[in-house]
T-cell receptor, first 115, second 114 residues
Framework: SQELEQSPQSLIVQEGKNLTINCTSS?????LYWYKQKYGEGLIFLMM?????EEKSHEKITAKLDEKKQQSSLHITASQPSHAGIYLC???????????????FGKGTKLTVNP | GAVVSQHPSRVICKSGTSVKIECRSL??????MFWYRQFPKKSLMLMAT?????????EQGVEKDKFLINHASLTLSTLTVTSAHPEDSSFYIC??????????FGPGTRLLVL
């Protein structure tokens, strides 16, 4: 079963509208990463959240991690065509501070912003 | 879903030696593959874009002579870490892009340089 559920799978919005993408886990998240993929390109790191209730912003994009550390939402305010792409969340389920552990990824949300 | 494999899954080598990591798309052809590096408890860092039949495109700050990428076929890209040093120890992850622009990730290769 998928450890990380991302929704919606795709989203089409009009330029200027706000939107939210969700990333939900049944297990505690010890690190939640948001990435953006422009079509045909590699992932671009947006933000990392680690603490329950944490909120970070990057330009017009805000991401939050809930208090229980099982859900994160990515919110885009006043969307623009430049926001179009695929948004991917990645999760670290390992509570230990050391060592490398592979991230688990959601399936991505394809965002289209119509001018 | 599409499957991407990486080999080896784990490698330990001595400082100064070179290590080759393979990334294969098992059930689809990938014109484009990406190589990432993940540091402990940190995010993925895109190293380079591997294009079949042409030279890889490296991200700023990534030494192309140190991290050699070859994308010889539509299902195989290789990353060779040349003259590896302990600071190269990391988790290297590849991904392959389908024709529908979906990116599938390999399971990663953990490199430890002694």
């Amino acid at each position: 079963s998928q450890e990380l559920e991302q929704s919606p799978q795709s989203l089409i919005v009009q330029e200027g509208k706000n939107l939210t993408i969700n990333c939900t886990s049944s297990k505690t998240l010890y690190g939640l990463y948001w990435y953006k993929q422009k079509y045909g390109e590699g992932l671009i790191f947006l933000m990392m959240l680690q603490k329950g209730g944490e909120e970070k912003s990057h330009e017009k994009i805000t991401a939050k991690l809930d208090e229980k550390k099982q859900q994160s939402s990515l919110h885009i305010t006043a969307s623009q065509p430049s926001h179009a792409g695929i948004y991917l969340c990645g999760a670290d389920f390992n509570p230990s501070q050391g060592g490398s552990e592979k991230l688990v990824f959601g399936k991505g949300t394809k965002l289209t912003v119509n001018p | 879903g599409a499957v991407v494999s990486q080999h080896p899954s784990r490698v330990i080598c001595k400082s100064g030696t070179s290590v080759k990591i393979e990334c294969r798309s098992l059930d689809f052809q990938a014109t484009t593959m990406f190589w990432y590096r993940q540091f402990p408890k940190k995010s993925l860092m895109l190293m380079a874009t591997s294009n079949e039949g042409s030279k890889a495109t490296y991200e700023q700050g990534v030494e192309k002579d140190k991290f050699l990428i070859n994308h010889a076929s539509l299902t195989l890209s290789t990353l060779t870490v040349t003259s590896a040093h302990p600071e190269d120890s990391s988790f290297y992850i590849c991904s392959a892009l389908t024709s529908q622009e979906t990116q599938y990730f390999g399971p990663g290769t953990r490199l430890l340089v002694l």
